[in-house]
């Protein structure tokens, strides 16, 4: 499993305008639904901030991965942000958040998601890539670094 093959130019904003929690998901959310139509983005904001509320999902290092599993859907879903200067949040180290994935996932496949969680927590460990993430400037420079960084670690 590739975080490169599930990442796509047209889920990938940078900057985002928002600089608050609940909008940049909803941002990110908009970025999806506008790319995949069967996407209920009110319904899936509904079920990421449902998520939310249970526990933060900002594992630190400024890095936040909100997610959600949904019934209605077949395939996995992710977006992913970079903020201007950092949003709050209620990360476990306390710091802002300037990356930002969001993962929306089928109900059935809770692996697919565990899966995806815990490789995207391994490379985020990594503190030279995610400062080579937080100065990508375009979509492509991002899929770029983590396919290069897959190829490399991951082979």
């Not at 697919?112 to 990594?126: G, M």
Request: with cysteine; aromatic share 8%.
């Amino acid at each position: 499993m590739r975080i490169s093959d599930y990442l796509k130019i047209d889920c990938i904003k940078i900057p985002l305008n928002s600089m608050k929690k609940k909008e940049i998901i909803k941002e990110l959310l908009t970025l999806i639904s506008e790319v995949y139509e069967e996407i209920d983005e009110e319904d899936a904001f509904k079920s990421v901030i449902e998520r939310e509320k249970i526990e933060t999902t900002a594992i630190g290092n400024g890095v936040a991965i909100p997610h959600a599993r949904k019934k209605n859907i077949t395939k996995v879903y992710f977006a992913f942000g970079i903020t201007k200067k950092g949003a709050d949040f209620n990360a476990i180290d306390e710091k802002p958040v300037n990356l930002v994935f969001l993962i929306l996932c089928p109900e059935k496949k809770a692996n697919i998601q565990i899966s995806l969680l815990a490789r995207l927590s391994r490379i985020l460990h990594d503190k030279k890539l995610r400062k080579k993430l937080s100065n990508c400037k375009t979509g492509q420079s991002v899929i770029d670094l983590f396919t290069q960084y897959e190829k490399q670690h991951f082979s």
